[in-house]
């Protein structure tokens, strides 16, 4: 999601907890609310803070 002309990518989200070695990890959002696939690359574009999630 664009935020302020930039592409939020999981990799620089404070929410995200991946690993450095292959670049996959958890999304804390997502693991929250109890999504079955809540595992996403470094590289995934945000869906979730600059969209669904006040402040």
């Known amino acids: 999601m664009a935020h302020g002309g930039l592409v939020m990518r999981c990799k620089s989200c404070e929410k995200w907890y991946g690993a450095e070695d292959d670049d996959?990890?958890?999304?804390?959002?997502?693991?929250?609310?109890?999504?079955?696939k809540y595992?996403?690359?470094?590289?995934?574009?945000?869906?979730?803070?600059?969209?669904?999630?006040?402040?």
């Open 39 to 55: 595992i996403t690359h470094g590289e995934h574009r945000c869906d979730e803070i600059y969209k669904d999630v006040e402040g």
């Open 24 to 36: 996959y990890g958890p999304c804390s959002i997502k693991h929250a609310r109890g999504d079955a």
